[in-house]
C-alpha cells in the first residue's frame, strides 16, 4: 500500500491518515449486519480502499465535511466487497439478509412472550 500512497498529494495523505479511525468504526457496523458472510479483516481492507480513493477523489469546494464524504464512500466499498465475495447474485443476497433479519426479530419476540 505504501507505495500506492507516495504517488498520492500531500493533502490526500493527510486525509487518509486523519480518519483511519473511521474505517475500523464502520466496519465494526457494517460486521454486525453480514456477520459470517465476511471476515472482518476483510472489511477493514475494503474499507480502507474506499478511504483512499474517497481522500483522492474528495473536493473541499462542494462544502461536504471529509469525514461525512469517506463515511460514505467507505461503507459503500466494504458493502461492494461483500456482494462481490457473496456467491450469491445481489437481489438473492438481499432477500437472504432481509429473511434473516425477520427471522431474528420473530425469534426476539418468542423470547419475549
Do not use: W
Request: proline share 2%; net charge positive; hydrophobic share 40%.
Amino acid at each position: 500500500m505504501s507505495d500506492l500512497l507516495q504517488h498520492d498529494s500531500a493533502e490526500a495523505l493527510g486525509r487518509f491518515n486523519s480518519e483511519l479511525d473511521l474505517v475500523d468504526l464502520i466496519a465494526r457496523q457494517v460486521s454486525r449486519s453480514v456477520g459470517r458472510f465476511v471476515e472482518f479483516d476483510e472489511l477493514l481492507s475494503a474499507g480502507r480502499e474506499g478511504l483512499l480513493d474517497a481522500a483522492r477523489r474528495y473536493d473541499p469546494a462542494r462544502n461536504i465535511l471529509f469525514r461525512t464524504y469517506a463515511s460514505y464512500r467507505i461503507r459503500g466499498a466494504m458493502i461492494d466487497n461483500v456482494r462481490k465475495l457473496a456467491a450469491l447474485p445481489r437481489r438473492a443476497f438481499e432477500r437472504l439478509t432481509n429473511f434473516r433479519t425477520r427471522e431474528a426479530a420473530q425469534r426476539e419476540q418468542l423470547r419475549v412472550r
